[in-house]
């Protein structure tokens, strides 16, 4: 049987379903272990405007289930970036790039993206609003939706690629915010980043990592973010592309049945460094156990 | 660097809670000392693969051996694995120690660090060096190099030291060094150690220990503070020169 | 070594911080394995003022490190419950009894608490928030900061009894909901109830709780938990009591660090059902080789 | 009722995915036929224990031993379990199947639905009944009755029945039932059978299988729906009478 496993995401078009998430892989790290080639995109690490160096260690901590991290997006800039790695990652010729974009004020966002736009790997950008907003005394951009909206259009009014902004799970009610980013210009929405945790050690009673909090991730997430797509993808008419704990081309498929047109991999890529082609490898499986021809038939037909 | 399913050959305990974990992974490529590997305990409720340094190598077999201790879950279920079953790997990691012809090096160890100098020894010795080694201890029933034959095999000398006599204290240690004045020191993740070998005029290098996410320079879990900036413990290290390192 | 294990919140003094979460235990059922006089409380299952026969079967479902659930707070309603379980609780006399306070509007809190004013078992009520709002169209009133607000000045008005409310977790700020709760009246919070979530069944196409969304608890759920905790411990001088994820006394032991007052158990009183004595003596282990004699001492002692 | 550590007698593979595992209990207390145990298998990753049948009981040897299929990842993790080993079990739990002297019975089993009804047929044969086993099974290689010497003594007759030869259909089931003409049926969780029984006069019970948490009646997780509203399968039954079910 012919599969087609390809989907469409704004006008962006990808082989299969199935990318990493941002901060868990690097292409060039994985290289032996992974053909970025065969994957329906990359997603690069969050790039800030300048040099960051990110949160003293330690900077993850294992918990049932998942891991919490606060690494601080620790990155080289958007220049060095693009001067550096930019050249390394064009060897992989039929690698689709998407760009990760952060800032500390919503100006920022525009920079980092407005210094992209010349570089032609890049077929989208992803907006991670997790982000602290120096403007409002470091609360979490993420978590305000007036900062989504003036993050999403200062990155709209830079460029015609597409903007898929990504939101923070740990919301009242991720549809409001997601109708926000969607109102303000985003083509597209990534569901979901980390969930605020904490983990503490009771022989020193402190807090394990140095920064105190970090971000939840791994499979102990999934039945929550699972939950956030299908509410989002019930309430509104938006691509979206989900990301949170998935371990298994059954997990991606759950996401895909409720709706999501494609799925990231993020914690899954430190426990089984090749999972992400083992589970575009499931999928077709799974399609030709099941008589699917294209995943797309597939996709959102959850019966409730 | 590669991912294999490696199949148990042997679980040593040879102390309460320290075990001698082999691993058949046939050909890894070429091993450096101090490199280490990643195992896989469990995927789900414990999602992190746990990192190990490589203590010794059987080349024609196609079998490595870890020297861990059980500190926790990971560790714990380790120890409990039997001969044949199936543990994943990924190795050989990270960038492994300088290597010196015919000098006097110095292996200075705290606990099962010993694990992260072994293999060190054993290649300083086919390099025709004189290999000290300097092992510390908590106390006599923690003791992992007096009997250690694979230890002795490799060690011109081997000095042993215990926290119940105090002849592990910080300045006996300088003593000892200082006695024998080695061209290079190697030690392991001890951050006493490690300060007192920035004080000494000897060129030294740590096997460095920090939590690790991907192990492979790819998620910036294991920063470590160097001169030159936050620095990837699985990529860029683990080894370090001393001085580098800001603790 | 002689141990001091009692706490006190808001004036109701208990034997030990061990308590278990409203739902997942009754002290007949479990009559057998475990000594409710031996808890530091027994919160009942949540009352509504009618009968409520709860959702249709499944109900439940396992996950990675967690369980998602849906019953619908079925329950006999209010009179019922005191003519026919009251009578059979009174056996255990040594046992500190809490009411768990549900209604669909918040009136009828208040009708619950107002019924339940005469049985001299219960010594505090806690009040389940985490219900549909019939009069918003049923929304979660947990969610709601007007609804929370309503629901604890609607029940304060009805008692002198201690007021513990119990609050959602996955809200954006749970430190302004807290505040809410306590400006209206709250003697107490109960941080949290478990978290909305989904599990779909790949075979069928379908979800698996037929109620489609259930609340995620158990494992997965603590290092979120404990950061809610942690946030309100820090913002705000309230009693807190913690409930999610506690599978050992470990577990107890770290909310206890970061400032809960006491603890409750829910999912794990499945799993081993006498646990709530374990998590009890382990607390005493500890207490005793960390020479801490009066647990008191311990409690809000993280070092951040 | 008691929460007790067990220690693994035996593991069975009967078939491909049907092993029968014993059990080294101790005293339970007495035992009904339906009553049922759950078993812990993971207190992390599989937060929720696994309910069984208790398939049958050796009193003087305080063993029990359930039969169970491999269907996820739990059951995956119980037939993996060898002897010695211990395992946490919670039971004999809920309400059993009533008991009739000198009648003529039907049990009714679908796969292996048959551990449990085998109890009850090695009481209702103690109790002077006539037994008659009707096993209905997909194909021959899941057919768990034929070569059953437990389910022989019991039952003075059993007929099995196959989906691959359309034996198994319900229109020759209710055949088979009007020509034994049983003054009771039992039957296990098949929603066809239970459907076919509230058509047939016989007074018929089923052993009722409902997602669980807690398994001991406080949790409310376990809920079917009857004639006199929602009832707990876990402690009102899993016995129910056919005709009190609405499904
Ligand atoms: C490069 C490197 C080489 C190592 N070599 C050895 C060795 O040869 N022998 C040996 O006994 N130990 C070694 N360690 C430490 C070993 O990795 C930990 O003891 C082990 O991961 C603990 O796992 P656990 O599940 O038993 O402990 P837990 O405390 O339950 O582990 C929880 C988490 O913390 C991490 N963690 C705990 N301790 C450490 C640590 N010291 N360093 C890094 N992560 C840690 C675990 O990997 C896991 O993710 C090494 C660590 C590193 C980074
Ligand atoms: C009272 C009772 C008696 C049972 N007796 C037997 C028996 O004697 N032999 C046998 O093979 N099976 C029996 N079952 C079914 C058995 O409990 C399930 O097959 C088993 O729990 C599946 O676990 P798993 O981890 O392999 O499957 P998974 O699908 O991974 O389990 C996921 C979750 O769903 C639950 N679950 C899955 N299937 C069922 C089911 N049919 N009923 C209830 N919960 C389920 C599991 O307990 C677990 O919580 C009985 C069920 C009940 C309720
Ligand atoms: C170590 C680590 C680093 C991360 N860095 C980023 C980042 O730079 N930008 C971003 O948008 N998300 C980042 N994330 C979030 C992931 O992209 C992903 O959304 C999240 O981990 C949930 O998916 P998972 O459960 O599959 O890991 C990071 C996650 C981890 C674990
Ligand atoms: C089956 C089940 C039923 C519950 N019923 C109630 C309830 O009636 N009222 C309530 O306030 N919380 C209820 N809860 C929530 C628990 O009390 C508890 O807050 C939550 O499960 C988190 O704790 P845990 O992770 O220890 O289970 C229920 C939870 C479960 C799993
Ligand atoms: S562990 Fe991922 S970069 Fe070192
Ligand atoms: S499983 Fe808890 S009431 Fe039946």
Known sequence: MELDLSVEIAGLKLKNPVMNASGTYDPLRYESLVDPNLLGAVVLKSLTLNPREGNPPPRIVEVACGIV????????GVEEFIKVKVPLLRKFKEATFIASVAGLTPNEFAEVVEALEGVDIFKAYEINTSCPNLEKGGVNCALDERCIQQVTKAVRGKTNKPVIVKLAPDVTDIVAIAKVAVDAGADALTIANTYRALVVDLKSRKPILHNVTGGLSGPAIKPITLRLVYEVVKALDVPVIASGGITSANDALEYLLVGAKAVQIGTMNFVRHDIMIKIIEGIKKFMVDEGIKDIKEFIGTLRT | ????????????????????????????GSIEPGQFITVSVDSVEMVLRRPFSIYRVFENRGVIEIFFKVVGKGTKALSELKEGMAVSVLGPLGKGFPLYEGVT?????????????ALLGDKLKGLKSRVVTIASFKGRDADLASDNEYVKSFSDEVIVLYDEDRSSDVENVRYLLNKVKPDVVYTCGSKRLVRLLKELPYE??????????????????????????????????????????IL
Chains 1, 3 share one sequence.
């Not at chain 2, 001698?20 to 050909?27: D, K, R, T, V």
């Not at chain 2, 090096?105 to 100098?117: E, H, Y």
């Not at chain 2, 460095?208 to 879990?221: H, I, L």
């Open chain 1, 69 to 76: 991290n606060s690494i601080g997006i620790q990155n080289e």
């Open chain 2, 1 to 28: 660097m590669k991912l294999v399913e490696c199949s148990v050959t042997h679980n040593l305990r040879v102390r309460p809670e320290y075990h001698i974990l082999g691993l058949e992974c046939g050909e890894l």
């Open chain 2, 105 to 117: 090096a110095v292996l200075l160890s705290r606990g099962v660090g010993l694990a992260s100098l």
């Open chain 2, 204 to 245: 030294a290098y740590v096997a460095w220990e920090e939590r690790m996410g991907c192990a492979v320079g790819a998620c910036r879990s294991c920063a470590v503070r160097t001169v030159a900036g936050y620095k990837l413990t699985c990529y860029d290290g683990p080894v370090f020169n001393v001085r580098d390192l």
